[in-house]
């Protein structure tokens, strides 16, 4: 049986992007239960199409009405990405499904999925990403953020609010490992404004320009001292190779759920190690389920910066996990459990339920 699930759970504070504010993560989860096993996933999307196309109404649609026919709880993961391919896009739905696949497979193999994936280190790197406030509460996050450990702190940034803030934080914080996110801020009229943030030192600027502008990155790259991270513009191992091949990235952020998967993911790793590209894992706020997927990718051994997938704590006062992932000096552990190795709490995930347990059929 495939069923889906709709659950909003509130975020412990307000998380401010350039796309917007969140309260509440709204995420679609997928169980499949059958033979005595029972295997999950979640779908990366909002119940708006801010960050993508994909909204939380859309994937239902596809899922329900074109991927649950490719689906079969007997088969490889590659070979539903290979019947996928017959649907364009989508791949938040898609990779929802794939990844439900590679817990299925990694239970019934009896191996950790950090494992099952191959050249796992047993452990993920932890990064920060701190959304927009002012700018003295962000500094008092980052630093409860510089005492816990992060190994990389991650501020989001906009026009206007930009500059300033990084000047505070170097001021107090010194030469701690700093990035920023755009989140597609700024356009190629901005270039001068974005060469200032060269003398700060930082680790990379991320998805400074929109999406499809993949030869403005190119453009910029070559007038910033400061790397270039792409996550928005990265949606398929296409869009990755595309990016590298045009000189446009110095650092991709993976994010599985949204390039279509793991497969993909490990993919666009292999690419990157062949054009010495780096490579971290991020993150889009999952509960633990999708944090499980997250993490597990984030300990193989091609993943060389730190990530995105704090522990659960960061953002949900309870969240629908029994496990919860915790950081020890600057590390998370996935589970040595087959599969993604957390369970439900039902009693918890029922009380966050908008629309509960609907088979897809």
Avoid at 215 to 221: C, I, V
Wanted: proline share 4%; net charge neutral; charged share 30%.
């Amino acid at each position: 049986m495939l069923s889906y699930s709709k659950i909003s759970i509130p975020l412990l504070k307000p998380f401010k992007t350039s796309f917007g504010t969140q309260l509440t993560r709204d995420a679609i989860t997928l169980l499949y239960q059958g033979k005595g096993e029972k295997a999950f996933a979640e779908v990366v999307t909002d119940e708006a199409p801010l960050y993508g196309y994909e909204d939380n109404f859309t994937v239902i649609h596809v899922i329900n009405n074109h991927l649950k026919g490719m689906f079969s709880p007997d088969m490889e993961p590659e070979e539903f990405n290979d019947k996928a391919k017959a649907i364009r896009g989508h791949n938040m739905a898609k990779g929802a499904v794939e990844m439900l696949l590679w817990d299925i497979n990694a239970k019934r193999e009896g191996k950790p999925l950090h494992k099952f994936l191959g050249k796992s280190r047993g452990k993920a790197e932890v990064g920060i990403s701190i959304g927009m406030s002012t700018i003295d509460d962000e500094l008092k996050t980052i630093g409860d953020a510089v005492k816990r450990g992060y190994r990389r702190i991650k501020v989001k940034i906009e026009r206007g609010y930009n500059v300033q803030l990084i000047k505070a934080i170097r001021e107090k914080y010194g030469d701690i490992p700093l990035s920023v996110d755009a989140n597609q801020g700024f356009t190629r009229n901005d270039f001068k404004i974005l060469k200032k943030l060269d003398e700060f030192n930082l680790k990379y600027i991320e998805q400074p320009l929109p999406l499809e502008d993949i030869n403005g990155h190119a453009l910029l790259r070559k007038e910033l001292k400061t790397p270039i991270c792409l996550d928005e513009s990265i949606e398929s191992v296409a869009s990755a190779v595309n990016a590298m091949e045009m000189g446009a990235v110095d650092i991709i952020n993976i994010k599985p759920g949204r390039i279509g998967g793991l497969q993909n993911s490990l993919e666009v790793m292999e690419r990157a190690k062949e054009n010495g590209v780096k490579i971290w894992i991020g993150g889009m706020l999952e509960t633990g389920i999708g944090r499980s997927f997250n993490i597990s990718l984030a300990s193989n051994v091609l993943v060389n910066l730190p990530g995105d997938t704090s522990p659960n704590d960061k953002y949900f006062r309870k969240d629908i996990t029994n496990e919860t992932f915790e950081m020890k000096d600057g590390f998370i552990e996935p589970y040595g459990r087959p599969g993604i190795g957390v369970s439900l709490d039902y009693e918890f995930f029922n009380s966050v339920q908008v629309e509960g347990g609907r088979l897809l059929d």
